[in-house]
């Protein structure tokens, strides 16, 4: 498990099985873990990107403590864009799968008048075709926390396939862009998570 700057966190959910009256029937037990296979990306340089799992099993966590993307002067021409692709190894009981359903973004932006930033976010499982993919825009002025919310609705949730070990590929990216001034300007990303719960109609799918 490695650590991470500008943090993000990751909320991954999971469906509700049709035959399950509650999410708590369909939580497994035990100890749920995920550890992280490769990392790679400008976002993410090695030992800046940490991995959490929530103690109800409901949730993961990461968090970055090196992922911003800036323009302007002082700026190095490829700084404007950042990513990080995280490989993911979920551990949980046979009998189960899961899939992202709902996913928080937080970060921190300082953007001039006439700068803009960008947040963009996909995922699928390692040999699937299958993605899920966001983006969402930033405009100047502001200089403040940002957050945005990804929620999946439950027929297009893709899960795990049942019985089999497919890593969970999870790719993020920061750009920014300043104004004619070239003012100094920034997007970092600190944290990603999510939950799955009652709130959100989100449960472990058993296979």
Not at 10 to 31: F, I, M, N
Not at 112 to 128: C, D, H, I, L
Request: charged letters at 15%.
């Amino acid at each position: 498990m490695l650590s991470v700057m500008a943090a993000t966190s990751l909320a991954l959910s999971l469906l509700v099985a049709p035959e399950a009256p509650s999410t708590a029937d369909v939580v497994p037990p035990g100890k749920i873990t995920v550890d992280v296979v490769t990392v790679n990306g400008s976002g993410c340089p090695a030992g800046t990107a940490a991995v959490a799992v929530a103690d109800d099993n409901t949730a993961f966590t990461v968090t970055y403590s090196d992922y911003t993307a800036q323009a302007g002067s002082g700026s190095a021409p490829t700084d404007f864009r950042k990513n990080c692709q995280l490989n993911l190894r979920v551990h949980y009981p046979q009998g189960f799968t899961y899939g992202i359903a709902k996913a928080d973004y937080r970060g921190f932006a300082h953007l001039p008048r006439g700068a803009k930033g960008m947040q963009r976010a996909s995922y699928y499982f390692s040999g699937s075709s299958s993605t899920g993919m966001s983006t969402h825009n930033i405009p100047g002025p502001k200089t403040d926390n940002w957050q945005f919310t990804d929620t999946t609705d439950i027929a297009e949730i893709v899960f795990a396939p049942c019985g089999m070990v497919r890593n969970l590929n999870v790719n993020t990216e920061v750009r920014v862009s300043t104004n004619t001034a070239k003012e100094p300007a920034f997007v970092s990303m600190d944290s990603t998570d999510g939950s799955v719960n009652t709130r959100y109609q989100f449960a472990w799918k058993r296979c």
